[in-house]
C-alpha cells in the first residue's frame, strides 16, 4: 500500500511512523512547494510541487497518484485539507483514498467565529467569542466581559498574530489597524489539553482518542506535555465529534477554567503533536492502513498509559541541495 503525504513539510517524524515496518505501507512519498522541506528528504521519494494555489496544482498531484500507484493521499496543511475535501471525487474515481474530513466541516473548523457558533448551537463548552470591536464593547459595558482577552485571527493557525490584550485603547488599536479580520476572547486563565482524535474512514465513528496536558507551547505546537485519563473530557470529545462529519486523524485543543473544561479549537488533520501519542502506542498509521485495507477499526479510547511526559527538542539534517533538486 503506497501513500502520498502533501506539504509534508517540517513533519519528519510523521513521515517515519508511516515508513514504520509493521504500519502497513510499502511505499511512502513526498510533496512540498519547498526543497527546504526537511520531512521530504525521509520519504521513499518525493516531488516538488507548485504551490497549492496555482491551477494545475492538483492535476500535478493526480500525475504523481498514477505514476507512484498511490492508494491514499494525506493532505497536512490548512488551506489544502478544503481543497482536497472539496475535489474528493477527482481521487475517488482512480481509486485513490483522500484522508481528510467533509468539506462543510473542514471550512466551519477553518473559520473560528462559525465554529464557536456551531458549539453553541450544539450546547457545547465555549469560551465567550466576538467577530466585532462593537459586539464586545457591548458585553463589555453590560458587565459579561473582562480584560484580558485574548485576540487572533478568524482563520489563522500555527498561533500566528495571536495576542493577550489587558487595555480597551490596545484592542481598538488592533482592530482598526489589523488586515485580516480578528477574534475577541474570554482570556483563559486555566490548562489547556491537546486531543489526538482518530474517527475511523469506514464506520464514520471515534475509536482512538489521546489527550495530553500542555506544559508549553512553541511557535503554535506543543512542546512538553504529559499523557492524561479524563472520562469527562473523552466524553466531551466524543459529543463534539458526534456534531462534525470527520474522518481521520483530527487534532483538539480545550481548556480547563475552574474545573470546567471548554472547547477552543478542531484542526481535521494531524496535530504537531501527535508524536506523544504515537510514544505511548497509539498508532493513526495503523488504524488508516486497516480502512485502507477494508477493516474497520475496534475502539481503543483511552489505551496508553497517563503520566507519560514529552520533550520535544531540536534537531537537523545537512544535504546537498544541488543533488537533491536533480533528483
Do not use: W
Amino acid at each position: 500500500m503506497n501513500i502520498l503525504i502533501l506539504s509534508c513539510g517540517t513533519r519528519n517524524k510523521l513521515v517515519r511512523y508511516f515508513r514504520e515496518k509493521g504500519n502497513g505501507f510499502e511505499r511512502v512519498v513526498g510533496t512540498d512547494c519547498s526543497a527546504y522541506a526537511p520531512a521530504l528528504y525521509e520519504t521513499d521519494k518525493h516531488y516538488l510541487v507548485p504551490r497549492m494555489t496555482a491551477p494545475n496544482y492538483l492535476d500535478t498531484i493526480l500525475n504523481i497518484c498514477a505514476d507512484e500507484k498511490i492508494n491514499a493521499i494525506l493532505p497536512l496543511q490548512e488551506d489544502e485539507l478544503y481543497l482536497i475535501a472539496s475535489n474528493k471525487e477527482l481521487f475517488t474515481e482512480r481509486g485513490i483514498c483522500p484522508i481528510v474530513s467533509e468539506p462543510d466541516t473542514v471550512e466551519l473548523c477553518r473559520d473560528k467565529f462559525a465554529f464557536y457558533n456551531h458549539l453553541t448551537k450544539h450546547n457545547l463548552p465555549a469560551l465567550p467569542t466576538y467577530d466585532s470591536l462593537t459586539a464586545f464593547r457591548n458585553s463589555y459595558e453590560a458587565g459579561k466581559m473582562e480584560f484580558p482577552v485574548f485576540v487572533k485571527p478568524s482563520r489563522g493557525c500555527g498561533s500566528i498574530g495571536i495576542q493577550k490584550v489587558e487595555q480597551m485603547e490596545l484592542l481598538e488599536v488592533l482592530c482598526r489597524y489589523s488586515s485580516e479580520s480578528l477574534l475577541i476572547q474570554s482570556f483563559a486563565e486555566g490548562e489547556e489539553y491537546g486531543i489526538d482524535l482518530y474517527v475511523d474512514l469506514l464506520s464514520h465513528k471515534p475509536v482512538s482518542i489521546f489527550a495530553k496536558k500542555k506544559l508549553r507551547m512553541r511557535a503554535g505546537e506543543t512542546e512538553k506535555s504529559v499523557s492524561i485519563k479524563d472520562d469527562a473530557l473523552f466524553s466531551l470529545v466524543m459529543q463534539t465529534a458526534e456534531t462534525l462529519s470527520l474522518a481521520g486523524p483530527v487534532d483538539m485543543d480545550i481548556f480547563c477554567v475552574d474545573g470546567k473544561y471548554y472547547i477552543s479549537e478542531i484542526n481535521p488533520r494531524f496535530g504537531g503533536g501527535y508524536p506523544h501519542a504515537y510514544s505511548c502506542g497509539v498508532n493513526f498509521p495503523k488504524l488508516i492502513a486497516s480502512n485502507l485495507s477494508g477493516q474497520e477499526n475496534t475502539d481503543a479510547i483511552g489505551s496508553y498509559e497517563d503520566g507519560i511526559c514529552m520533550l520535544k527538542y531540536t534537531d537537523l539534517m545537512t544535504l546537498h541541495m544541488a543533488e537533491q533538486n536533480d533528483k
